[in-house]
């Protein structure tokens, strides 16, 4: 397909979705920073019953705090263990195109997703969903004065994109109404205090394009 989709139809196929997620986190000792996570994201996007429905898995995800303080690090088998998901979608034509709008639905990491966030004693709760012998997902972080290990994390959240068709690939802003997380363990006992975060819809932003995800080291700009 080349140029501006006529039909629903001509958007069938596989997609790349480049993610933004800005958000402002609060750190003991080290403080308040900004953290933005650019994930490649491979995408398929199928007609059927009369609508468009996606479907896409996680490549590669990167988080940087902007300033070099905190350097975290997603392994590969944090990755590997999200999800595939698969969701309607809204695609509306317009004078001047397309416009685009999808709810990925409520995401769980390294939980049962019943209740509250599971605490580190609630083991029952929790889930070792990368397969590391560690409860939850394992991060890995590196922090001045805190210095470095592996910190154990389950996870809330959800995310909503709305846009539209620039001629290019379909581009706009991203909402994230739900975001929560809990430290269920680390290795160096000074991370078990888990950042409080606060979502930057206004910064946060997605391009999702045609063609097949390189799934390569995702970069932050």
């Known amino acids: 397909m080349s140029g501006e989709p006529v039909e629903i139809a ?16 609060s750190v003991p000792i080290l403080g308040e920073f900004v953290t933005r996570t650019r994930s490649e994201v491979a995408v398929e996007l199928a007609v059927r019953d009369a609508g468009v429905w ?22 590969p088998a944090f990755v590997a263990a999200l999800p595939v998901i698969s969701f309607p979608v809204d695609l509306t034509p317009t004078p001047s195109g397309w416009d ?14 019943a209740g509250a966030l ?25 922090a001045p004065v805190v210095g470095s290990g592996e910190v154990y994390v389950v996870q809330a959240g959800r995310t909503r994109v709305s ?7 379909l581009v706009g802003s991203v909402a994230i109404p739900e975001l929560r997380q809990t430290v269920v363990g680390a290795s160096n006992r000074l991370f078990l ?14 391009r999702l394009t045609r063609g097949r995800a390189s799934c390569a080291p995702a970069t932050l700009p």
């Open 54 to 75: 996606q479907t896409q898995r996680v490549c590669t995800t990167a988080v940087n705090d902007g300033r070099g303080l905190v350097r975290t690090r997603i392994p």
């Open 193 to 206: 205090h888990a950042p409080s975060l606060v979502p930057d819809d206004a910064r946060s932003r997605f």
């Open 118 to 142: 599971p605490r580190a004693d609630e083991l029952a709760r929790i889930r070792d969903d990368d397969g590391d012998g560690h409860p939850g997902l394992t991060v890995l972080v590196e």
């Open 163 to 169: 846009g539209a068709w620039d001629g290019e690939a």
């Open 10 to 25: 001509e958007f069938a196929g596989e997609w790349v979705l480049d993610l933004l997620l800005v958000t402002r986190a």
């Open 100 to 113: 685009y709008a999808a709810d990925f639905g409520r995401q769980l990491i390294g939980w049962d997703g």
